[in-house]
């Protein structure tokens, strides 16, 4: 009977793994940063960089060839190992980058947690069913290098998504910035720049083999803060009126359903919809109906929706994330309760795929405390001034 070899074998790589972490000059000194409250995302990959080549070092010397039965990783030696180890990994990545949003959020003046991204499973799940597939373990020992940093880093992006949707969702405009590293490739130089949130490339948070982009974010909605006054001021807010009124859309003299100019509005709107920071919106309602051109009663949604602002399935999340972003900021008026919960309607700007606006009209349910979207549809002419 074969001696189990995972639990000395483990026990010696975290052992490590915490020794040489501890005392890596790269990760010393970007502790140092969070402690002098000068650590910014760029830092966050940069640990996150330097804890997934520890990890991959510590693992390529006590994981080869001689040291595994048959020369081979069976599947219950790699879910063993590797599954606690990068969960390890997700948990120290995590924990650093939770306390730089902490400190950017206390910058920006927001008086909220940052968020944190659950593991991701399915890129370990991968790994470990990769590796344990050949028979000859040396073949494969490369995806314990540049994939497991390539895990660490996607532990970035995905804190990163987590605090821009959540902020988001909040009235705030946070932006996400992509930078090349290095003798960087087209599709890189492609992805490089400065997004607002909800406007970034579809693939922003992607990265092929080696690569070292890095994804950087920044909390608040664009606004500056007078420090003798307390006063909120927005520097782009004259450029932005502006625009708007060459586009005929949200001009000073514009009311809509909430009585006040929606570009006055710094704030969450005194009658937004109830519990609207848990406001949730089915992707099914979206791509399934109210965009679906075959669908007997969101037919004639979708084909408005495509005709006015190019929103089809396909870029269904222009609309949604819009909802999501000016929901607070759009007064809810009340519709009833037939029993099922409370009716509201909200109504606001979206700005299509064809860079044209149309008032949308949404439609909410709120049960206890379970806030979802019902409908969607273009608003009529006039409704917007009720």
Same mark, same amino acid.
């Given at each position: 009977?074969?001696?189990?070899?995972?639990?000395a074998?483990?026990?010696?790589?975290q052992?490590?793994?915490?020794?040489q972490?501890?005392?890596d000059?790269?990760?010393v000194a970007?502790?140092?940063?969070?402690?002098?409250?000068?650590?910014?995302?760029?830092d966050?990959?940069?640990?996150?960089?330097?804890?997934?080549?520890? &990890?991959?070092?510590?693992?390529?010397q006590h994981?080869t060839?001689?040291?595994?039965?048959?020369?081979k990783?069976?599947?219950?030696?790699?879910?063993?190992?590797l599954?606690?180890?990068?969960?390890? !990994?997700?948990?120290l990545?995590?924990?650093?980058?939770l306390?730089?949003?902490?400190?950017?959020?206390?910058?920006?003046?927001? %008086?909220m947690?940052?968020?944190?991204?659950?593991v991701?499973q399915s890129?370990?799940?991968?790994?470990v069913?990769?590796?344990?597939?050949?028979d000859?373990?040396?073949?494969?020992?490369?995806?314990?290098?540049d994939? &497991?940093?390539?895990?660490?880093?996607?532990?970035v992006?995905?804190?990163?998504?987590?605090?821009?949707?959540?902020?988001?969702?909040?009235?705030l405009?946070?932006?996400?910035?992509?930078?090349?590293?290095g %003798?960087?490739?087209?599709?890189?130089?492609?992805?490089?720049g =400065?997004y607002?949130?909800q406007?970034e490339?579809?693939?922003?948070?992607?990265?092929?083999?080696?690569?070292?982009?890095?994804?950087?974010?920044k909390?608040?909605?664009?606004?500056?803060?007078?420090?003798?006054?307390?006063?909120?001021k927005?520097?782009?807010?004259?450029?932005?009126?502006?625009?708007?009124?060459k586009?005929?859309?949200?001009?000073? !003299?514009? =009311?809509?359903?909430?009585?006040?100019?929606? &570009?006055?509005?710094?704030?969450? %709107?005194?009658?937004?919809?109830? !519990?609207?920071?848990?406001?949730?919106?089915?992707?099914?309602?979206?791509?399934?109906?109210?965009l679906?051109?075959? %669908?007997n009663?969101?037919?004639?949604?979708?084909?408005?929706?495509?005709?006015r602002l190019?929103?089809? =399935?396909? !870029?269904y999340?222009?609309?949604?994330?819009q909802?999501?972003? /000016?929901?607070?900021?759009?007064?809810?008026?009340?519709?009833?309760n037939e029993?099922?919960g409370?009716k509201?309607?909200?109504?606001?700007?979206?700005?299509?795929?064809n860079?044209?606006?149309?008032?949308?009209?949404?439609?909410?349910?709120?049960?206890?405390?379970?806030?979802? &979207?019902? =409908?969607?549809?273009?608003?009529?002419?006039g409704?917007? /001034?009720?």
């Amino acid at each position: 009977m074969t001696d189990d070899i995972v639990p000395a074998l483990l026990e010696v790589i975290q052992t490590e793994f915490d020794e040489q972490t501890a005392k890596d000059p790269k990760l010393v000194a970007a502790v140092k940063a969070l402690q002098s409250k000068k650590a910014t995302y760029l830092d966050v990959n940069d640990f996150a960089i330097t804890v997934g080549q520890i &990890l991959g070092k510590v693992l390529g010397q006590h994981i080869t060839g001689e040291s595994l039965p048959d020369g081979k990783m069976y599947f219950n030696i790699a879910q063993r190992l590797l599954d606690s180890t990068m969960k390890k !990994n997700h948990e120290l990545i995590s924990s650093y980058a939770l306390d730089v949003q902490n400190g950017l959020n206390q910058q920006a003046g927001l %008086h909220m947690r940052g968020q944190t991204a659950p593991v991701n499973q399915s890129r370990i799940d991968g790994i470990v069913n990769r590796v344990s597939q050949e028979d000859d373990f040396e073949k494969v020992q490369w995806l314990l290098e540049d994939p &497991l940093i390539n895990f660490s880093q996607s532990v970035v992006d995905d804190t990163i998504k987590a605090n821009a949707e959540f902020q988001a969702k909040a009235g705030l405009h946070p932006k996400i910035t992509r930078r090349v590293a290095g %003798h960087a490739c087209d599709w890189c130089k492609a992805l490089a720049g =400065t997004y607002d949130y909800q406007d970034e490339p579809h693939d922003i948070y992607r990265r092929h083999e080696r690569c070292r982009c890095t994804v950087d974010y920044k909390p608040g909605d664009g606004r500056q803060q007078n420090v003798w006054s307390k006063a909120w001021k927005d520097p782009q807010k004259d450029a932005k009126i502006n625009v708007r009124k060459k586009i005929g859309l949200l001009t000073d !003299n514009y =009311t809509g359903p909430s009585g006040v100019s929606a &570009l006055k509005r710094g704030r969450v %709107h005194p009658q937004a919809l109830p !519990n609207w920071q848990n406001a949730t919106i089915s992707k099914s309602k979206l791509v399934n109906y109210a965009l679906d051109i075959n %669908h007997n009663v969101g037919g004639p949604k979708a084909k408005e929706f495509r005709d006015r602002l190019g929103i089809t =399935t396909s !870029n269904y999340r222009i609309l949604l994330n819009q909802i999501y972003q /000016k929901l607070p900021y759009y007064k809810a008026i009340f519709k009833g309760n037939e029993g099922y919960g409370k009716k509201y309607f909200v109504i606001m700007p979206i700005k299509g795929a064809n860079k044209e606006y149309a008032n949308v009209l949404t439609a909410w349910i709120e049960d206890k405390n379970e806030v979802r &979207l019902t =409908t969607v549809r273009i608003a009529k002419e006039g409704e917007s /001034k009720k």
